[in-house]
């Protein structure tokens, strides 16, 4: 498992766009999940969205669901968030996470554990 490094984070107001992408240089394995999280001031770290690089299976919370697409962009080696709709309180650090996997049961970033972090990077959205 190599270092991974989030980007694309910054401010913007609601109703806007932001587009995080996660590299994680050198490394070529398939069967793992690769996770979004958030974590607000004051609040728990909770699973945004979680995709198996295997075969593409996708997981989302509730809270996220039709207006985050977790993506992996094989040329590039890396796994976007594309955040659509921004609503103040989607204000977090977002983190990407990475853990191995037999299968896409374990990418549900809010049901399961996951092992390897970046540093992450800031989204702030203003009302």
């Known amino acids: 498992q190599g270092e991974m490094v989030e980007s694309g984070g910054g401010s913007v107001q609601a109703g806007g766009s932001l587009r995080l992408s996660c590299a994680e240089p050198?490394?070529?394995?398939?069967?793992?999940?690769m996770g979004w999280f958030r974590q607000a001031p004051g609040k728990e770290r909770e699973g945004v969205a979680g995709?198996?690089?295997?075969?593409?299976?996708?997981f989302y919370a509730d809270s996220v669901r039709g207006r985050f697409t977790i993506s992996q962009d094989n040329v590039r080696g890396t796994v976007n968030l594309q955040m659509n709709g921004l609503r103040p309180d989607d204000t977090a650090m977002y983190y990407c996470s990475a853990r191995a996997a037999t299968g896409r049961g374990f990418c549900d970033p809010t049901q399961s554990t996951y092992d390897y972090w970046g540093r992450g990077t800031q989204v702030t959205v203003s009302s």
């Open positions: 050198g490394s070529t394995l398939r069967r793992k999940c």
């Open positions: 995709i198996y690089l295997a075969d593409g299976s996708t």
